[in-house]
């Protein structure tokens, strides 16, 4: 059984997070930017035997498409093409910035770490992640 490997992608920087081989816990892994993604992910892929995508979805509260949705779309078929047969799973990423946040603050990290803008994508990425194993448990 490979990994999943979740992604909360920006227009600058996207997080990405993963599981251990038997899809038990989710890990914040890293934050890249964004013009570096498809080839830190085939890199990646390559190396640690992924074997499916969960990609964050931008809606508004309204459940409505964000202005940052079309490009999450583009990416997803950009990914398509580069992983085929790959399942990419889409998941809801309403409040994840808000919940990394207070995960930095309940945790214990200083405000300095907090104000790393990247912490913030990777343990966002998480959170998709283990929104999407908690849901497939079910």
């Known amino acids: 059984m490979g990994r999943l490997l979740a992604i909360d992608y920006g227009l ?14 989710a890990t914040p892994l890293e934050t ?55 399942p990419i799973h889409l998941a809801d990423e309403r409040f994840t910035s808000s919940m990394a946040m207070q995960a930095m603050i309940d945790g214990g990290m200083k405000k300095k770490d907090r104000q790393i803008k990247g912490n913030v994508d990777k343990i966002s990425a998480t959170i998709i992640l283990q929104s999407f194993l908690n849901a497939v448990r079910r």
Do not use: C, H, W
Not at 12 to 22: F, H, M, Q, Y
């Open 12 to 25: 600058k920087r996207t997080g990405i997070a993963v599981t251990d081989p038997l899809r038990i816990i």
């Open 32 to 86: 890249v930017a964004t013009s570096t993604l498809i080839p830190f992910l085939l890199t990646y892929v390559q190396k640690e035997g992924v074997d499916e995508f969960i990609v964050g979805m931008p809606k508004t509260l309204l459940n409505e498409d964000s202005q940052i949705t079309p490009m999450v779309k583009k990416f997803v078929e950009e990914l398509k093409i580069k992983f085929p047969g790959k």
